[in-house]
Every structure is written in C-alpha cells, then in structure tokens.
C-alpha cells in the first residue's frame, strides 16, 4: 500500500444495510470535520466484506465476528462499530413448528460460513448441512422447500412472521441464557499497517459518526431509509435501535468478554481450527 495515500484516503467498506448507513451517516455526509482525510465509502454483503478482508483488500471493513478469527495478522479490531445482539439475534426459521432435535442433519440456509451467525448456529447445532445462501434470499428458499430451515440476519429477523415462517430458536437469546453474555455479531477491523496515528484518526471519526447518528436520529435515520428495502419506518427504527446503541460506541469490557468467549468456544468444539489473540486499536 502507497503511504502517502494512506495518509489522506481511507477506504471504508460496510453493508447496504439500514443499521450500518446510520452508524456511517455523518461519515457518509461530511457532519464531521475528518481533518484532511478523504473517506470513499464501499457498500457489499457481509460475507463479501468478509472474504475481501481474508484477502486484505480494505482499509478498514465492517467484518463478522467470526471471521475476524482468521483476519488477525492484517487487521485489528476498532473498539467502535459493534453489531451485539442483547439477547436476541440471528433466527432460525421454518415452515413448520421444529425443534432442535427436528433439524439434526438437516440442510439449512445460511448467509455465509464465515458469518457470526453460522458460527453461532454451529454452536447451537453441530449436527447440520450448511448452504450458503445470499441473506435477502434465505426467505425464499425456505418458502419453496430448497432448504429445510434458515438463519435469518438483517431486517428479515423482524419480518419472518408476516411470510408464515415460524421461529425455531432466535440464537441470541440462547447465547445469553448459556453464557450471560451478549452475542457479538459484528465489528469494525483496521489494517494494522496504517500505522498507529492513522488508526487513531480514523477511530475518533468513527466514533463520531456514531454519537453524531445517535445524537441526531431523525436525520440519520431519514439516511438509513434508503438502505431499509422497503420495511416500514418503525420498524427499520426498531432494527437500527437494536444494532446501533451504547455498545456500538464502545464494546466496554462485558463486550469485549463476549467477543473472545465466542471465539474459544467456536475453537473449542473445532469449528474455528486455531486459537484466536483478540486484539483492540485504542
């Protein structure tokens, strides 16, 4: 990477989705003074951003949880940017009323093996055929009977019901009845070959962004809309309200616990092959 254009343009990657362009809206818009540094802003799936990361593509990158375990010799974790499900989360979703025992072995939509959301599945159900699925097409292929069950994120989390698919388990719930902890779904990484002053730059303004979102919803929100794919405004304040909030500013140390509980517990029952080292910018 040239330098001198890392001083003065970062390259910045998160999901078309409604809960990101809020925690990016002041960002996205020029709210806040960046002093100098040029953002140009990258919007794919998450599974997307997750593989371009594995290949060191970004500058700084919403990631899933999960895959930041195979992330850490590029990037590190910016303690700003946090999608924590406070028990609730990922659902997995049927046609009809299923148990966990119904569904040993069974193939199951998900929206990507490197998600946090399949890595807690896994958790859940050891016992199961994943299909990787686009996540605004895991409804569908419920519906017609190409899958027997799917794991649900983003806004269809809130929308299941009114397409009469019923609810399973909701994955966060079952995180923090088994731990105590809420279930980290995603986050913001950063190469760590930007330097320390650079990452410390682009943490402040991050963290801007955010509490500019927050301190001006109706604006931010009014953004979000554009990324909402058609769900009602109450209930696309209802989905930003759950992943963008006080953790989302800082993970604090209950967030960062969950963070690495997650982690040593996808790499004790095998699903994650190494230990992971989590590592935070300041």
Do not use: C
């Amino acid at each position: 990477m040239d330098s001198a254009r890392a001083q003065t343009v970062v390259h910045v990657a998160h999901s078309p989705d409604s809960d990101d362009a809020f925690m990016f809206y002041a960002l996205a818009t020029g709210q806040i003074d960046t002093g100098g540094i040029t953002y140009v802003h990258e919007l794919q799936d998450i599974e997307t951003l997750n593989q371009r990361a594995r290949r060191g593509e970004l500058d700084v990158t919403a990631v899933s949880i999960h895959a930041y375990a195979y992330l850490t010799d590029r990037y590190a974790l910016l303690p700003h940017g946090a999608s924590i499900g406070d028990g609730y989360g990922p659902r997995l979703v049927t046609t009809q009323a299923r148990m966990r025992d119904d569904l040993a072995g069974a193939r199951i939509a998900v929206p990507g093996l490197l998600t946090s959301a399949y890595l807690a599945l896994r958790l859940w159900l050891p016992d199961f055929e994943a299909v990787p699925t686009p996540f605004d097409e895991i409804e569908r292929a419920v519906s017609s009977g190409s899958v027997d069950a799917g794991l649900l994120i983003h806004e269809g989390q809130l929308t299941f019901a009114d397409d009469g698919l019923h609810l399973v388990v909701d994955l966060g719930a079952w995180w923090q009845a088994e731990t105590s902890l809420p279930l980290p779904l995603g986050g913001n990484v950063i190469r760590k070959d930007l330097g320390a002053p650079l990452i410390a730059q682009v943490s402040r303004h991050l963290h801007a962004s955010i509490a500019h979102a927050l301190a001006h919803r109706t604006a931010a929100l009014d953004h979000a809309m554009t990324y909402a794919r058609g769900l009602p405004r109450e209930l696309a304040d209802t989905f930003v309200g759950m992943y963008v909030n006080d953790w989302t500013l800082d993970y604090g140390e209950r967030g960062r616990e969950a963070i690495r509980t997650f982690l040593s517990r996808g790499t004790a029952a095998g699903i994650i092959p190494h230990e992971v080292k989590v590592e935070f910018t300041v």
